[in-house]
């Protein structure tokens, strides 16, 4: 079962280094501290549409709502990038749920 653990800011420097290891509950929690706490959107853009590709669920589905922090979060995004790549896996049986709700997501906080 899955504990609540609270994410708490981390340096660009250690996101890097956690997301070098295969510690999944590391990457997950990486993710979300520089989906919540970097100022860097562009490159939390970039990290999260990489692990969107992912082979494992977990790992993938968190990248996906993520980007809909992003956008909630910064107000900003490469929106046309973001959506083409979350659309490519909108009909995956195991993540789709959670890239939908991305893409609302980013359509409610992003104009175009």
């Known amino acids: 079962m899955n504990k609540y653990q609270e994410v708490l800011p981390i ?3 250690q996101a890097k280094e956690n997301l070098e290891t ?3 509950e590391k990457i997950t929690t990486t993710l979300v501290s520089i989906a919540f706490y970097e100022n860097d959107w562009e ?12 082979p494992n669920e977990n790992i993938s589905g968190l990248a996906a709502t993520c980007l ?3 956008a909630r979060i910064h107000g900003k995004m490469d ?10 896996r909108l009909n995956d049986f ?5 890239v939908e709700d991305a893409i609302n997501d980013i359509e409610m906080y992003i104009k175009d």
Do not use: F, M, P, T
């Open 68 to 70: 809909g922090h992003i």
């Open 43 to 54: 490159w939390v853009q970039n990290i999260c549409l990489e692990y969107l590709q992912h």
């Open 94 to 98: 195991q993540i789709g749920g959670r």
């Open 22 to 24: 295969d510690d999944i």
């Open 11 to 13: 340096s660009k420097n």
């Open 79 to 88: 929106k046309k990038k973001v959506i083409a790549k979350l659309n490519k």
